[in-house]
């Protein structure tokens, strides 16, 4: 997959970097990473950056991170990783402020992107693994247009996830 950024209105997709440790850092520090695990200290923020970054070398595909056009703040990430070969690549997005949510950023971030990349993908569809009781993130993958699973089984990983697919083909 590409790795060109991607522009929308308001945002540029891009591939993250050294500039988006202090942002990301605060986000996995906070308690807006409970549902994927977190919070996390420093080091492990870090790591999980790093694993962000090195994803792209790795799959040749991977997670931007979104930033405001007007100030070139970072405030999220969206897109896809693939920890498993044998499994789906897996959609994830996360707002890293609660003071830029409720603003669109997120659907506005995940609909770019999913153009992209089922795109790109061809003819590969895409999940997302959603925590059950993440219920602004289930609205916004049934706004994009993701058919839950009900007879998906949650990765050990994430007991409590739900899961979405979304495919190339869909009308």
């Known amino acids: 997959m590409e790795s060109a950024p991607i522009e929308t209105e308001r945002l540029i997709l891009r591939r993250p970097g050294a500039s988006d440790i202090e942002a990301y850092t605060a986000y996995c520090l906070s308690g ?3 549902l994927v695990g977190g919070p996390f ?4 923020a870090f790591d999980k950056l790093a694993a962000m970054i090195g994803h792209w070398v790795l799959r040749g ?5 979104f930033v405001l056009k007007l100030t070139n703040r970072s405030i ?19 707002i890293w402020s609660g003071a830029d949510e409720g603003q669109g950023y997120a659907l506005e971030a995940s609909r770019a992107y999913l153009e992209h990349a089922l795109g790109a993908l061809a ?7 959603i925590h ?11 706004r994009l247009g993701g058919i839950l699973d009900d007879d998906a089984v949650a990765p050990a990983w994430s007991p409590q996830a739900l899961t979405y697919w979304f495919s190339p083909t869909r009308p």
């Open 32 to 34: 807006r990473s409970a």
């Open 123 to 129: 003819t590969q569809p895409l999940i997302a693994r």
């Open 61 to 65: 595909f991977g997670r931007y991170v």
């Open 76 to 94: 999220g990430h969206v897109g896809a990783l693939q920890l498993d070969w044998r499994e789906p690549p897996e959609m994830s997005w996360t």
């Open 132 to 142: 059950r009781d993440n219920l602004e993130s289930r609205k916004l993958a049934s």
């Open 41 to 44: 200290d420093e080091v492990r």
